[in-house]
């Protein structure tokens, strides 16, 4: 979902992904700081011999990776990693995230 949508591939969807900026994400270990079109300092994280920068910022300040965006949990405690996204559906009194499928099936 978060791939489609950060290119352009769904119609009527926002990327949930902003850049980050080098002193964002103060959880995460091993940051190797490298420059964003030559206008800001952000950060990659090398594993498994890559460098990766696939994170996303909470409104918390804690990050998360892309992976746990839009996916039905909340992983950033604050709910930021679900907000906008247009994959599911919050419940109103449980709060639970469900698929937009099971909105109506009255299974909650």
Known sequence: YVFLSCTGRCFNM??????????????????????????????VVKQG????????????????????LC???????DGSDENGCRNHFQCKTSKFYIPLIQKCDGKV
């Not at 990327?15 to 959880?27: E, I, R, T, V, W």
């Not at 011999?49 to 746990?68: L, R």
């Open 14 to 43: 926002s990327c949930a992904l902003q850049p980050l900026k080098h002193d964002s994400c103060p959880g995460i270990q091993n940051k190797i700081f490298t420059k964003v079109k030559n206008s800001y300092l952000t950060f």
């Open 49 to 68: 011999g890559k460098f990766h920068n696939n994170f996303f910022k909470c409104d918390n300040e804690m990050c998360v990776s892309f992976d746990q």
């Open 71 to 77: 996916n039905l949990v909340d992983d950033c405690g």
